[in-house]
């Protein structure tokens, strides 16, 4: 059995963490009480690698943090893109973003962070081919 830990780790040390105000660029509905948000520098600058699995935490507050998981393309360093699903029962985090957060509006991120790489193993067979 490989260890998946010292991957891990190595995955986890390649990541450049940062911590910025980002502006929303687009938020788009992309389900029934789904919004996406795409983020990027006001300056237009790139933004730090990620892999699939990784989350970003959005500080909507001094007291209201809640992380969301990236999505979309890696390979975009102009943008990074969250899905946000408004939850009934809401602790203020999806509520404020449904309501809050608008195109243009400035939001402090910190991120990405991935506590869950994706590794490969032997276990798990390949695409199938038709």
Sequence with gaps: MADTSAVAVA?????????ADLQV?????????????????PDGSDLPDWTPGAHLDLVLSDSLVRQYSLCGSTSNRGEWRVGILRDP?????????????????????????????LVSSPRYPGPRRS
């Design 25 to 41: 660029r687009r938020r788009e509905t992309a389900a029934d009480g789904v919004v996406t948000l795409t983020l990027a520098h």
């Design 89 to 117: 029962r809401s602790r203020g985090g999806s509520e404020f973003v449904h309501a809050q957060v608008h195109e243009g509006s400035t939001v402090r991120v910190r991120g990405p962070r991935n506590h869950f790489p």
């Design 11 to 19: 995955a986890k040390s390649t990541y450049r963490e940062v911590e």
